[in-house]
């Protein structure tokens, strides 16, 4: 399968009915200082560079980011925070991710474990399972990757779960931290990082020196 092609997959998917309510009601209700916008309201594929060696898997999609643009971690503080550290490494071609067709390039390809904005920023179990195909064909598309940048725990865990399926790996011999580095058993590192939200970045947790530098390390693997 194609990337475009999945990604048309993914965008019409209605599998999870909580989550197909819960997008759709953040478009119809929209945020007061983006009531101008038409709202994307679908499900949010993985965008970049398909021949890259390395990807950036995020949780999903913000309400009013990834569920308002149309493409992940684009419109929000997160993706405010994450594209600056990006183009100081190096990584991106502006420091900044505001619209679908802005002008950004990334050295890199970007996506997400669940590709529609949950509750609470907190899919279930089988909102993650129904999902996990997604993330599963956009690896298989995606042949040259090598390094895997799991930002928060809920995507580095993802990734895990999928190299479980042909390696007899166990979760608990990789502990999620900032920093964090394994080389898997299929020759992909996997490279740990808190993720870029507000209440990270506000309470110190991660800085912008930190996170750049985790960049700046892997811009020069690539």
């Given at each position: 399968?194609?990337?475009?092609?999945l990604?048309k997959t993914i965008?019409?998917c209605k599998a999870?009915?909580?989550?197909?309510?819960f997008?759709s009601?953040?478009a119809?209700d929209?945020?007061?200082?983006?009531?101008?916008w038409?709202?994307?309201?679908?499900?949010?594929?993985?965008?970049g560079n398909i021949?890259s060696?390395m990807?950036?898997l995020?949780?999903?999609?913000?309400?009013?980011?990834?569920?308002r643009?149309?493409?992940?971690f684009?419109?929000d503080?997160s993706?405010?925070f994450l594209?600056k550290?990006?183009y100081?490494?190096?990584?991106?071609?502006?420091?900044f991710?505001n619209h679908r067709?802005?002008?950004l390039?990334l050295?890199g390809?970007?996506?997400a474990?669940?590709?529609c904005?949950?509750?609470?920023d907190?899919?279930?179990?089988e909102e993650?399972?129904n999902?996990?195909?997604?993330?599963?064909q956009?690896?298989?598309?995606l042949?040259?990757?090598k390094?895997?940048?799991g930002l928060?725990?809920i995507g580095?865990?993802?990734?895990?779960?999928l190299?479980?399926?042909s390696?007899?790996?166990?979760?608990?011999?990789?502990?999620f931290t900032?920093?964090?580095r394994?080389?898997l058993p299929?020759?992909?590192y996997l490279i740990?990082s808190?993720?870029p939200?507000?209440?990270?970045v506000n309470?110190g947790k991660?800085?912008?020196?930190?996170?750049?530098?985790?960049f700046?390390?892997?811009q020069?693997e690539?």
């Amino acid at each position: 399968m194609k990337l475009d092609n999945l990604s048309k997959t993914i965008i019409t998917c209605k599998a999870c009915p909580r989550l197909v309510t819960f997008r759709s009601k953040i478009a119809s209700d929209k945020r007061k200082s983006y009531k101008n916008w038409d709202y994307w309201g679908k499900p949010v594929p993985g965008y970049g560079n398909i021949n890259s060696k390395m990807m950036i898997l995020g949780l999903a999609p913000a309400a009013h980011g990834g569920n308002r643009t149309g493409r992940v971690f684009t419109g929000d503080k997160s993706a405010e925070f994450l594209f600056k550290c990006l183009y100081n490494a190096g990584l991106a071609n502006q420091s900044f991710s505001n619209h679908r067709n802005d002008g950004l390039k990334l050295n890199g390809f970007m996506t997400a474990a669940v590709k529609c904005v949950p509750p609470g920023d907190k899919p279930t179990a089988e909102e993650r399972s129904n999902c996990e195909i997604f993330l599963e064909q956009e690896f298989k598309i995606l042949k040259n990757i090598k390094i895997v940048i799991g930002l928060g725990k809920i995507g580095f865990e993802s990734y895990l779960k999928l190299v479980r399926k042909s390696y007899p790996i166990k979760m608990k011999d990789y502990k999620f931290t900032h920093g964090a580095r394994y080389k898997l058993p299929n020759k992909v590192y996997l490279i740990g990082s808190y993720h870029p939200s507000p209440r990270n970045v506000n309470t110190g947790k991660l800085t912008f020196e930190m996170m750049t530098k985790l960049f700046s390390v892997i811009q020069k693997e690539l």
